[in-house]
């Protein structure tokens, strides 16, 4: 849209209340620190609650190919999701193409809205297409189709959706410029985290000072060649870590070869890393290259090295100070022109203490090291990483959920995760998995996680106990998407605004949390 045109349509009638509490949350959602992909996606599930919205679709142009695709949805078919047209082609490629917007009945032959025979006919509503562009640089679009019985903003719907597609591109823009400044490159939309917009590691995702700290050290070390010794509790992410060390390495597009220590029984860990030649042992019929072989030129992750034979922490730490090794049973001697990281969850203080692992060894590995902090110290990580996982798992197992309940957010924020990073990523996919409606609750989460958010009840609820929190979930939940208003929280669960007054007074609920800035609330 224009500046002249968006002039216009400032001039306009400001729109009903309701439509400026929904460009409220679209903003707060864009601005959030949650994946864009997940951001737009949950714009859209906005637009359908709050706006009449029957299917809806955020266009890409891909500036290279000059092809025009489904970024994200809601309403349409997988089928969609595959198709692709040239600027200029259908009328998505001519608004791309043009700048320019356009309202109209809900077209038959729009290639990106495809519908079965007799659907067209049936369908009594809406189609705007209006462009999405930054600087004058054509960046995709916004196509809607609304029921008849439900236009946003009274009917100037047009314009409502271009004030959002302007929202969109500026977060769009920003998301890019960042990309472009920090990464070199700019990303495909809104697949990496916080910490990776930052340092440009991955898929590492944190915004607390102990992952910040972390992220900081492994940019730092991932280029220069560095051994590495990556320390942390189970669940952590350490593998994580050393890939995101490699990635960013000269030796990127060599090997990333892993070796679980612990996996691999004593007699064999030598063998399985350093190869062995026919004969060397019972059993030896032909020569074997190791792992360290088979990672010429890239990476060599050990998992768990604290978990190494004494035989093979010697042979290791000749490999460190030579860069040389043999095959068992071989007279040999080759070079390794390998990179070598570890990682550990046991105190290896501890162990060279007791005698268990060798002091040398241990200061040769700990001279670069990186300490992952337990996620229960990572208090304003774990909604975030939530978030991930829940867009991650919903689109992996094809779950239309539009967000994450207060409650459910209130129960995983307050667990301690002993488990750390795994335990929530395991947690959330298996809530996703039994989540049938559109909202996942607090009771799609594990009973251990509905007992952590209330320490001081008994272990064991009684029904009336599990009821009334199943009910209290429900209120919440229905106060957040009505923005704290009692009315339309009593139409969302089927009763009276009395009822609920009295369920907020018996629960005590605080509706004036949910409450968007400005607006009036009963």
Same mark, same amino acid.
């Not at 501890?350 to 337990?374: C, I, K, M």
């Given at each position: 849209?224009?500046?002249?045109?968006?002039?216009?349509?400032?001039?306009?009638?400001?729109? #009903?209340? &309701?439509?400026?509490?929904?460009?409220?949350?679209?903003?707060?959602?864009?601005?959030?620190?949650?994946?864009?992909?997940?951001?737009?996606?949950?714009?859209?599930?906005?637009?359908?609650?709050?706006?009449? *919205?029957?299917?809806?679709?955020?266009?890409?142009?891909?500036?290279?190919?000059?092809?025009?695709?489904?970024?994200?949805?809601?309403?349409?078919?997988?089928?969609?999701?595959? *198709?692709?047209?040239?600027?200029?082609?259908?009328?998505?490629?001519?608004?791309?193409?043009?700048?320019?917007?356009?309202?109209?009945?809900?077209?038959?032959?729009?290639?990106?809205?495809?519908?079965?025979?007799?659907?067209?006919?049936?369908?009594?509503?809406?189609?705007?297409?209006?462009?999405?562009?930054?600087?004058?640089?054509?960046?995709?679009?916004?196509?809607?189709? *609304?029921?008849?019985?439900?236009?946003?903003?009274?009917?100037?719907?047009?314009?409502?959706?271009?004030?959002?597609?302007?929202?969109?591109?500026?977060?769009?823009?920003?998301?890019?410029?960042?990309?472009?400044?920090?990464?070199?490159?700019?990303?495909?939309?809104?697949?990496?985290?916080?910490?990776?917009?930052?340092?440009?590691?991955?898929?590492?995702?944190?915004?607390?000072?102990?992952?910040?700290?972390?992220?900081?050290?492994?940019?730092?070390?991932?280029?220069?060649?560095?051994?590495?010794?990556i320390r942390g509790e189970p669940g952590t992410g350490k593998e994580l870590v050393a890939r995101a060390i490699h990635s960013h390495s000269a030796r990127a597009k060599k090997a990333f070869v892993k070796v679980s220590v612990g996996a691999v029984p004593d007699r064999m860990i030598e063998s399985e890393v350093f190869g062995h030649e026919k004969g060397a042992f019972a059993g030896a019929t032909s020569s074997k290259r190791g792992s360290l072989e088979l990672a010429c030129g890239g990476t060599l992750f050990l998992d768990e090295v604290g978990?190494?034979?004494?035989?093979?922490?010697?042979?290791?730490?000749?490999?460190?100070?030579? &860069?040389?090794?043999?095959?068992?049973?071989?007279?040999?001697?080759?070079?390794?022109?390998?990179?070598?990281?570890?990682?550990?969850?046991?105190?290896?203080?501890?162990?060279?203490?007791?005698?268990?692992?060798?002091?040398?060894?241990?200061?040769?590995?700990?001279?670069?090291?990186?300490?992952?902090?337990?996620?229960?110290?990572? &208090?304003?990580? *774990?909604?975030?990483?939530?978030?991930?996982?829940?867009?991650?798992?919903?689109?992996?197992? &094809?779950?239309?959920?539009?967000?994450?309940?207060?409650?459910?957010?209130?129960?995983?924020?307050?667990?301690?995760?002993?488990?750390?990073?795994?335990?929530?990523?395991?947690?959330?996919?298996r809530a996703v998995l039994s989540c049938e409606s559109s909202v996942l609750h607090g009771h799609h989460l594990p009973p251990a996680l509905q007992v952590a958010k209330a320490p001081e009840t008994s272990t064991r609820a009684s029904l009336s106990e599990a009821v009334q929190q199943y009910e209290k979930d429900l209120i919440l939940d229905a106060l957040k998407s009505a923005r704290g208003n009692r009315m339309h929280a009593a139409r969302l669960l089927d009763t009276t605004e009395r009822v609920i007054g009295y369920k907020i007074h018996k629960?005590?609920?605080?509706?004036?949390?949910? #409450?968007?800035?400005?607006?009036?609330?009963?």
């Open positions: 849209m224009t500046g002249e045109e968006l002039a216009r349509s400032a001039a306009r009638p400001a729109p #009903r209340a &309701g439509m400026l509490a929904t460009l409220l949350e679209i903003g707060q959602t864009l601005a959030s620190p949650v994946e864009l992909r997940t951001a737009l996606e949950r714009v859209l599930g906005t637009l359908e609650r709050d706006a009449g *919205v029957r299917r809806a679709a955020v266009l890409m142009l891909d500036s290279g190919s000059e092809e025009i695709r489904v970024a994200v949805s809601v309403g349409l078919a997988a089928e969609a999701h595959r *198709v692709r047209c040239r600027l200029g082609q259908g009328i998505a490629g001519r608004v791309v193409e043009s700048g320019r917007p356009v309202a109209m009945a809900v077209p038959s032959r729009e290639p990106l809205f495809p519908r079965g025979a007799g659907e067209e006919s049936a369908l009594e509503g809406s189609f705007y297409c209006v462009p999405i562009a930054a600087e004058r640089r054509p960046l995709g679009a916004l196509a809607i189709e *609304v029921r008849q019985d439900d236009q946003a903003d009274g009917g100037d719907g047009g314009h409502f959706f271009a004030l959002i597609a302007t929202m969109i591109s500026q977060a769009l823009r920003i998301h890019r410029r960042l990309e472009e400044e920090l990464d070199g490159s700019a990303d495909e939309i809104g697949m990496v985290g916080v910490a990776r917009k930052r340092q440009g590691l991955g898929s590492i995702i944190g915004v607390s000072p102990q992952m910040r700290e972390a992220c900081e050290r492994i940019a730092r070390i991932a280029p220069t060649g560095a051994t590495v010794l978990e190494l034979s004494g035989s093979a922490q010697t042979r290791f730490l000749r490999l460190l100070r030579e &860069g040389r090794f043999a095959r068992l049973g071989g007279t040999e001697t080759l070079s390794a022109d390998v990179r070598i990281l570890a990682a550990s969850t046991t105190d290896l203080e501890a162990a060279v203490a007791a005698q268990e692992f060798r002091e040398d060894l241990h200061r040769r590995l700990s001279a670069s090291a990186v300490f992952l902090p337990p996620l229960r110290e990572r &208090g304003s990580d *774990v909604l975030l990483l939530a978030e991930h996982f829940f867009a991650r798992y919903s689109r992996a197992h &094809g779950k239309r959920i539009r967000r994450i309940s207060t409650a459910a957010m209130d129960m995983l924020a307050s667990h301690p995760w002993p488990g750390n990073v795994r335990e929530l990523e395991n947690t959330i996919e629960y005590g609920i605080e509706p004036q949390r949910f #409450r968007a800035p400005g607006l009036a609330s009963r």
